[in-house]
């Protein structure tokens, strides 16, 4: 008998013990983050959850609808009212990250304005984040997902906007969790990147990823293409490149989901780049800033890879409000040099 293996088969690496035994090393930790990961774990776990019965707990269709299956559905977690997904999703976050009492700013890209919350429950964690990224893909069963970014307070003053309007690089964690064929969450704190899959019979997140680190180069791109035509000049040159290649190499492998967890996925584990350039329909792209290329950056440049826009490294960015969006070109360090260079080619023309 291997005893080894054994070992490894039944001595289960938790994401909670995970985490425990990476907060131990440092002595000031007060078991705050476990518990806020804790809550951010639950809100996953119940999405999940909601995902896989969406079709079956008629969860699929417009907010506000009457679901006309509520009144049979013995679901009571859906009430009257049918909730679309990321709605759902929405309460089931800012819920479980308020009752943690860990959290004192939340910004959801489904919310307008900030959540302060309120002083008898506030801790010291400011979350950004985007409860069901990729929801449009929900009705045809694509991978979808969720994406988080963590801040720290140093004092106890009262929570304002300027402190999530920092640049990424402050973040002290950020992750993000797919619900696709498996349920997959991906979590940095900083010192490298680590991928936990849900175990559906224990009901909890088992370290299968450890280490993640993005390959050096890789064989893919992913970008909408079909916005090609409003791109500038270096998008389209990189492109161009990944297509025709004038140093010999074998062409580029196009690759494009279409819901950004699934396709940075893809490239942390494969390698390669992940695009949503500006247009000149969309100057600034089109993701959000604070909770989908702040998170998405810290965890490519945690796993040896770079994040960039267009003119720096996207982590360094200082948003100026809660929305903004910016221009994100992520992946393999090597490829994303690239890009780089044709920008700074094109910076020398102007
Ligand atoms: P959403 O936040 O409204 O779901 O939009 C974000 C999604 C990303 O998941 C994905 O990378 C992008 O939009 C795809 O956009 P497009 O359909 O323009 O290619
Ligand atoms: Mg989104």
Not at 46 to 55: D, I, L, Q, R, T
Not at 129 to 154: A, E, R
Not at 232 to 252: I, L, R
Request: aromatic share 8%; hydrophobic share 35%; proline share 5%.
């Amino acid at each position: 008998m291997d005893h080894a293996a054994d070992a490894h088969r039944t001595d289960l690496m938790t994401i909670t013990r995970f985490v425990l035994n990476e907060q131990s090393k440092y002595p000031e930790s007060r078991g705050d983050f476990t518990i806020l990961l804790n809550h951010i774990v639950l809100g996953c776990k119940f999405v999940c959850s909601s995902v896989n019965k969406a079709g079956l707990a008629k969860l699929i269709g417009l907010a506000g609808e009457i679901n006309i299956q509520a009144s049979t559905c013995s679901n009571e977690c859906f009430g009257e009212e049918q909730k679309k997904l990321d709605v759902l999703s929405n309460e089931v976050f800012i819920k479980a990250l308020v009752s943690s009492g860990r959290t004192c700013i939340l910004v959801s890209e489904e919310d307008e304005d900030a959540i302060i919350v309120e002083p008898s429950k506030r801790g010291r964690y400011c979350v950004v984040f985007d409860p069901l990224d990729g929801s449009s893909n929900i009705d045809c069963g694509v991978s979808i997902g969720t994406i988080f970014g963590i801040y720290m307070v140093k004092d106890d003053h009262e929570p304002t906007l300027a402190d999530v309007l920092q640049p990424g690089k402050q973040m002290v964690a950020a992750g993000y969790c797919m619900y696709g064929s498996s349920c997959t969450l991906v979590l940095s704190t900083g010192k490298g990147v680590n991928g936990f899959t849900l175990d559906p019979s224990l009901g909890e997140f088992i370290l299968t990823h450890p280490d993640i680190r993005i390959p050096k180069k890789g064989k893919i791109y992913s970008v909408n293409e079909g916005n090609a035509k409003n791109w500038d000049g270096p998008t389209a040159k990189y492109v161009e490149n990944c297509k025709f290649p004038k140093d010999g190499s074998p062409s580029k492998s196009l690759r494009y989901i279409g819901s950004m967890v699934a396709d940075v996925h893809r490239t942390l584990l494969y390698g390669g780049t992940f695009m949503y350039p500006a247009d000149k329909k969309s100057p600034s792209g089109k993701l959000r800033v604070l909770y989908e290329v702040f998170p998405m950056s810290f965890l490519m440049e945690n796993a040896g890879g770079q994040a960039f826009t267009g003119k720096q490294r996207a982590l360094d960015l200082v948003p100026t409000k809660i929305h903004d969006r910016s221009p994100i070109f992520l992946g393999s360090y090597d490829d994303i040099e690239e890009i780089k260079a044709l920008y700074a080619a094109e910076g020398k023309k102007e």
